[in-house]
C-alpha cells in the first residue's frame, strides 16, 4: 500500500512538471546521485534474488535512460572532489558495483564500455583466488533451484536430517542450518566446497554447469587486472566481507583489501564501502586513520556538501524500482519525498511518546 502512494505521489510530481523543475535546479546541481549496483544475471540469478541481480536488457535499459535524460556520469573520485569543491556538472551521477562478482566482468563490463560511463566497483579480495563461488549465496541458489522437494537424510548435517523446500520459510531454514553447520564445525574453504557438492548431489542440481559459468564467483587477479587496464576503478570493500567491531581487525581487514588490490591494479584505493552495508560510527575515525577518504552505505539518500564523507548514501537500483521510481530519484524529487516522509515519522512519533 504505502508502495502504491509513493509511486502514485511520484507520478503526479512528475505530471506537474516537478520532476524537471528539481532536476535543473540549483539544488540538484549541488547534489550527487551513486548509483549502487550487485550484480547481472549469468543465468536465473535475477528470479533467485531480484534485489541483487537483474538482466543485462535491464541494466542496460538504465544506462539508456541515464544517456537519453543528459545524466553526467562521472567517476566516482572525481564526483566527490567537485562535489566538495561545488563544482558539480548539472544532473551529477556516479556508478558503483559492490563485490566484484565475475558476472561484472561478463555481463556489466561490456554494457558499460558501450555506452563509455566510468565506474568503481568495490571488490572484496579474500575470494579473488578461488574459483569457487561465494558459500552462503551459492546455498542459498541452490536450494532455489529446487524449490518445492523435500531431501530426507541429509546426513552431512548430522543423522536424520530433512530439508524440506516447500516454502519459502522451510527454504530459510534449511539455509540457516547449512551456514550454522559450517559456523559450528569451523569448516575452512575446502570443506565447505564439500558440504556444496554434497548439497548439489542430493539435490539433483548440475553443479559443474555452475562452475563452468562462474555463477556467484569473485572474479580471479587476472580479470581485475585486465579491466584495471581498462580503466575499471577498483576500490576497498574488505578482505573477508565483513566490519569487526575490534578496531585491530578492522583495520587488518582494510589493509589486506588495500595491498591485494594494489597486487592486482598497481594503484592504491581510498575509497570504501560498507559490506552489506553494516557500518558503526566507531568506524568513521578508523577510516580517516588509514587514509580512506570516502565511504558509501547502502542507506538511500542523494549526497550534498552536508553528508558525512564516511557516511555517503546511495540509491541501491533492482528490479523492484520502476522506472518511474528510478527517474524520481535521479531528478531528486524521490530524495526530498523520504527526506519529508522521514521528518513525518519523526513528528507523528513525537506525537504519540
Not at 580512506?292 to 553528508?307: E, K, Q
Amino acid at each position: 500500500m504505502m508502495r502504491t502512494v509513493k509511486r502514485l505521489s511520484l507520478q503526479v510530481s512528475k505530471n506537474l512538471g516537478l520532476f524537471q523543475l528539481v532536476r535543473d535546479s540549483r539544488w540538484r546541481r549541488r547534489r550527487l546521485l551513486i548509483l549502487c549496483y550487485h550484480g547481472i544475471s549469468i543465468e536465473d540469478e535475477h528470479e533467485w534474488n531480484p534485489r541483487l541481480y537483474m538482466r543485462q536488457s535491464e541494466f542496460e535499459a538504465r544506462l539508456e535512460f541515464l544517456k537519453r535524460e543528459g545524466y553526467r556520469v562521472l567517476p566516482l573520485d572525481e564526483a566527490v572532489e567537485r562535489l566538495y569543491s561545488n563544482d558539480l556538472p548539472e544532473r551529477s551521477v556516479a556508478i558503483t558495483f559492490d563485490d566484484g562478482y565475475y558476472d561484472f566482468y561478463s555481463r556489466a563490463f561490456p554494457v558499460l564500455q558501450a555506452y563509455g560511463f566510468p565506474v568503481t566497483v568495490y571488490i572484496t579480495t579474500f575470494r579473488c583466488g578461488f574459483n569457487k563461488p561465494v558459500f552462503n549465496l551459492i546455498c542459498s541458489y541452490l536450494l532455489w533451484k529446487k524449490r518445492g522437494i523435500v531431501v530426507k537424510d541429509f546426513d552431512f548435517l548430522g543423522p536424520d536430517v530433512t530439508l524440506d523446500l516447500r516454502d519459502a520459510q522451510g527454504q530459510k531454514q534449511a539455509l540457516d542450518a547449512l551456514l550454522k553447520h559450517s559456523e559450528r564445525e569451523n569448516l575452512h574453504p575446502r570443506r565447505k566446497e564439500e558440504l556444496v557438492e554434497r548439497l548439489a548431489e542430493r539435490l539433483g542440481v548440475d553443479y559443474g554447469e555452475i562452475l563452468a559459468k562462474r555463477i556467484l564467483h569473485i572474479m580471479n587477479p587476472q580479470e581485475v587486472a585486465e579491466l584495471s587496464g581498462a580503466g575499471i576503478d577498483f576500490q576497498l570493500h574488505t578482505h573477508l566481507h565483513r566490519t569487526p567491531l575490534d578496531r585491530g581487525l578492522f583495520e587488518k581487514e582494510i589493509e589486506d583489501n588495500r595491498v591485494r588490490i594494489q597486487e592486482m591494479t598497481n594503484s592504491y584505493p581510498v575509497h570504501f564501502c560498507y559490506p552489506s552495508g553494516n557500518y558503526d560510527r566507531a568506524f568513521l575515525p578508523w577510516l580517516a586513520e588509514t587514509n580512506v577518504v570516502t565511504a558509501t552505505t547502502c542507506d538511500p539518500g542523494i549526497v550534498s556538501t552536508g553528508s558525512n564523507p564516511w557516511l555517503l548514501p546511495r540509491l541501491v537500483d533492482s528490479r523492484f524500482l520502476t522506472t518511474l521510481e528510478f527517474e524520481g530519484w535521479l531528478t531528486g524529487v524521490a530524495s526530498v519525498m523520504a527526506r519529508q516522509r522521514k521528518r513525518g515519522g519523526k513528528h507523528a512519533g513525537n506525537g504519540n511518546g
